[in-house]
């Protein structure tokens, strides 16, 4: 499997709009597209962004602990952020805040060629070392620990980090899928088959061809390949 980026994280929330204006008045992006189950949003059609898809609620956090973005500036994507939200910032070049139901996003400085790309999506974990050895099986490559010192894998530049703690098997989760960009979505329904890897679903849209596998701690992971019709901005 060779994923090439983390293309989106997808979310299931009850209300998709409270979301979707935070994150295009105050974090650089804007809407790429809405339909009536979801919600597309991100600083660019092409690199890292958020799905938000209609569903009941209330949801739970489960598996997801934070997303967070990558800016060039932090200060100055701070001062972009409302006045009464609360931030943390518990390391230099990080700050973390609370959106709306459970979501909690994050800002990391570093270096990028477009503001607000995926920098990573934290999952709690029963156990990190070994989750993370078992994202490579899937095509994420080992990296070693960022600032927060937790187990990591990377996919095109951007983590995933796995934090301990019980990711739990709710109802309603939060986390939809983790999704990454790939050249053919057939040939990883093969070599998903080849290795044993649940298959959940395979979708064939307008724009994209896309296989959903479950990954380590039944987090689904989508691999999609985007069709020569895609043209989203």
């Known amino acids: 499997m060779r994923p090439q980026t983390l293309d989106h994280v997808a979310l299931w929330v009850a209300d998709r709009d409270p979301i979707a204006d935070f994150v295009t008045r105050h974090l650089g992006m804007h809407v790429i597209e809405k339909t009536d189950k979801f919600t597309l949003v991100g600083s660019d059609a092409r690199r890292g962004k958020l799905t938000l898809f209609a569903?009941?609620?209330p949801r739970e956090r489960g598996a997801l602990k934070h997303i967070a973005l990558r800016v060039n500036d932090l200060r100055a994507a701070i001062a972009e952020l409302p006045e009464n939200l609360e931030v943390e910032q518990p390391r230099d070049g990080e700050a973390y805040f609370d959106v709306h139901e459970g979501l909690r996003l994050g800002l990391v400085e570093g270096r990028t060629e477009v503001d607000y790309d995926l920098d990573?999506?934290?999952?709690?974990?029963?156990?990190?070392?070994a989750t993370a050895r078992a994202y490579e099986r899937?095509?994420?490559?080992?990296?070693?620990?960022?600032?927060?010192?937790?187990?990591?894998?990377?996919?095109?530049?951007?983590?995933?980090?796995?934090?301990?703690?019980e990711p739990g098997a709710p109802e309603r989760p939060l986390l939809n899928h983790l999704a990454v960009l790939v050249d053919s979505a057939e040939e990883h329904i093969t070599e998903a088959e080849e290795l044993g890897v649940e298959i959940d679903d395979v979708v064939d849209a307008p724009n994209t061809y896309?296989?959903?596998v479950f990954g380590p701690e039944r987090v689904r992971i989508e691999y999609v390949e985007h069709k020569a019709s895609f043209s989203l901005t």
Do not use: N
């Open 210 to 212: 896309a296989v959903f």
């Open 120 to 129: 990573h999506a934290a999952l709690f974990s029963a156990d990190p070392v």
């Open 55 to 57: 569903a009941e609620g």
């Open 138 to 165: 899937l095509g994420f490559r080992y990296a070693p620990p960022g600032p927060s010192e937790q187990p990591r894998v990377e996919v095109g530049g951007a983590f995933v980090e796995l934090h301990e703690g």
